[in-house]
């Protein structure tokens, strides 16, 4: 979500945008970042370029990728519906610790993933200057 923010946030630039720099500038692994970007890629969110030059680039513009989309993704559809610790059976009768929690607000947290965007959440954190570094 960090590397998508640093290029929604990119004032508008549709450039390919170099793996290695967004790994460094972010402080991301190389290769875990290339592996989820690669995942978005073939989800069609991104499109990505080989060579001196190349990189990733949106497929789509950022305000046309709702974060539920990246979501969707990386975690499955199902992310909003199924146990957050990942436990087969977890429900009411066979509960795990997390289970209440994320029955109260799974459903307000996916609402607010379908309805804002790549584009509000990049412009928000640079007019608030809010930092995607660790």
């Known amino acids: 979500m960090r590397a998508l923010l640093y290029m929604a946030g990119r004032s508008g630039e549709q450039n390919f945008v170099s ?3 967004m790994s460094e ?10 592996k989820i970007l690669q ?7 991104l499109i990505s370029y080989r060579g001196p030059s190349g990189g990733v680039a ?11 989309d990246v979501v969707h993704v990386l975690e499955g559809s199902d ?20 289970h ?12 607010k993933f379908e309805t804002i965007s790549l584009a509000e959440m990049g412009t928000t954190a640079q007019q608030r200057s809010l930092r ?3």
């Open 19 to 21: 793996i290695r720099e």
């Open 25 to 34: 500038h972010l402080n991301i692994s190389f290769h875990f970042l290339t």
């Open 39 to 45: 995942s978005l890629t073939q989800a069609e969110l």
């Open 58 to 68: 949106f497929n789509r513009t950022p305000d046309q990728i709702l974060l539920s």
């Open 79 to 98: 992310f909003f519906d199924t146990c957050l610790l990942g436990l087969p059976g977890c429900g009411r009768a066979n509960p795990c610790p997390m």
């Open 100 to 111: 209440a929690f994320w029955q109260e607000i799974r459903g307000s947290l996916k609402e």
């Open 132 to 134: 995607l570094i660790p």
